[in-house]
């Protein structure tokens, strides 16, 4: 099955700097890849997603890159502000075999003021 | 936050007792998931539907069922089997046919006492 991987487990920037995620998946035949932000206690929120079909996708501040021939993409987050601590999950799966989600470990970011 | 409820909110079980846990939504959504998140952990797969009267294994199945009668319902009963149940659990749907965004309910925390 599908086996996703998440670095770094934490993050630690500055107000204002960027914050990158990686993730690596092994599943080739997985075409879509959502992000999810989850804080404490709460249930996790998509935040942005992107599908194979397309390289990179931008959202204000946050934006995804896909590489499909190396299997991994990322989450930035630019102008990075507190409200933005959290912890972050990215996924994948496959579209037409039941959309179930494989989830990455997860990373804790915090953003000192 | 409206949409997909769950409950109960927190749920204390002793040990050799099955529990049921509800998960409820109003979206017209075919697609039903429940997922286990452990402390510092990401979101693991335990069983999806993806219509009424049918429902998959996810990764981590043994010692919980489910069941779908209705299409608004997708109830998880976490049985005596289940060696290790304290977790977070949580509840996802999504709309069938070209829909791919899951959306998560609030969650259920279980202790087993």
């Known amino acids: 099955g599908e086996n996703v991987e998440q670095h770094p487990s934490t993050l630690s920037v500055q107000e204002g700097d960027s914050a990158v995620i990686k993730c690596t998946y092994s599943d080739s035949a997985s075409n879509y890849f959502p992000w999810y932000k989850q804080e404490l206690g709460k249930r996790p929120q998509l935040i942005i997603d992107i599908r194979s079909n397309v390289g990179e996708k931008k959202d204000q501040r946050i934006a995804v890159t896909l590489n499909k021939t190396a299997k991994h993409f990322s989450l930035h987050i630019t102008e990075t502000q507190p409200e933005d601590s959290a912890v972050y999950f990215c996924?994948?799966?496959?579209?037409?075999?039941?959309?179930?989600?494989?989830f990455g470990g997860g990373t804790r970011l915090m953003v000192k003021p | 936050d409206g949409g997909i409820t769950q409950s109960p909110k927190y749920l204390f079980r002793k040990e050799g007792q099955n529990v049921t846990l509800s998960c409820e939504q109003n979206l017209n959504h075919d697609a039903m998931y429940w997922y286990r998140q452990d402390p510092g952990q990401g979101l693991r797969l335990i069983y999806y539907s993806q219509i009424v009267n049918d429902f998959q294994k996810g990764d981590i199945a043994e010692g919980y069922s489910v069941s779908r009668e209705k299409k608004e319902s997708f109830p998880l009963t976490v049985t005596s089997a289940q060696k290790n149940p304290t977790a977070f659990y949580l509840c996802a749907s999504r709309v069938g046919g070209p829909g791919w965004e899951q959306f998560f309910g609030p969650g259920t925390r279980l202790t087993v006492l």
């Open positions: 996924a994948a799966s496959i579209r037409n075999a039941g959309n179930m989600l494989t």
